[in-house]
């Protein structure tokens, strides 16, 4: 999670008028949930100039 802030604090220091896009893929990112929402909870305080994406296979997803 370090390494991630600091990342996006590297680029908006290098390129602050950028959008930073942020994509959660690989390994099924819904299994980590929890990691997911603390990532994307740090990367929106650093910057509102952040587009979010997670790519899936579905394989986890669930019918209500």
């Known amino acids: 999670?370090?390494?991630?802030?600091k990342n996006i604090k590297y680029i908006l220091d290098n390129a602050p008028n950028q959008k930073i896009?942020?994509?959660f893929l690989g390994g099924e990112p819904l299994l980590h949930s929890k990691i997911?929402?603390?990532?994307?909870l740090i990367a929106s305080v650093l910057?509102?100039?952040i587009k979010l994406n997670i790519q899936t296979n579905g394989y986890f997803l669930?019918?209500?």
């Open 62 to 64: 669930k019918k209500n």
């Open 21 to 23: 896009e942020l994509t």
């Open 1 to 5: 999670i370090f390494f991630l802030r």
């Open 36 to 40: 997911n929402q603390i990532l994307v």
């Open 47 to 49: 910057t509102k100039n």
